[in-house]
Nanobody, 123 residues
Framework: QVQLVESGGGLVQAGGSLKLSCAAS????????LGWFRQAPGKEREFVMA???????HYPDFVKGRFAISRDNAKNTAYLQMNSLKPEDTAIYYC?????????????????WGQGTQVTVSS
């Protein structure tokens, strides 16, 4: 059992940057696949990026060249660096963890979720 707490959200102008953190407690952090998802009002929860226990990184096209995911197993923390933010990136961002690396891009692949942190990008 692992607990996840996101932080680092806020309000930024288009083109700006934010770095989100996901602090984990409990469980064995190094064996988890870690993912970031987001959910905007009226939309489904959407996959953003994931990093497996093996270091494989997964992401959709809208992230390419703008976002980066990383993990620090010594600190039990995952990060999402977001650059060149757009108003369309506005959403609540969630950190998630799973001990199953087979479905890293799917909401249904994760069993543990943080409470979310709000990211708002103004135009």
């Amino acid at each position: 059992q692992v607990q996840l707490v996101e932080s680092g959200g806020g309000l930024v102008q288009a083109g700006g940057s934010l770095k989100l953190s996901c602090a984990a407690s409990g469980g064995t952090f190094s064996r988890y696949t870690l993912g970031w998802f987001r959910q905007a009002p009226g939309k489904e929860r959407e996959f953003v990026m994931a990093i497996t226990r093996y270091g494989d990184i997964h992401y959709p096209d809208f992230v390419k060249g703008r976002f980066a995911i990383s993990r620090d197993n010594a600190k039990n923390t995952a990060y999402l660096q977001m650059n060149s933010l757009k108003p369309e990136d506005t959403a609540i961002y969630y950190c998630a963890a799973t001990d199953d690396p087979m479905r890293p891009t799917l909401v249904t692949g994760y069993g543990y979720w943080g409470q979310g942190t709000q990211v708002t990008v103004s135009s």
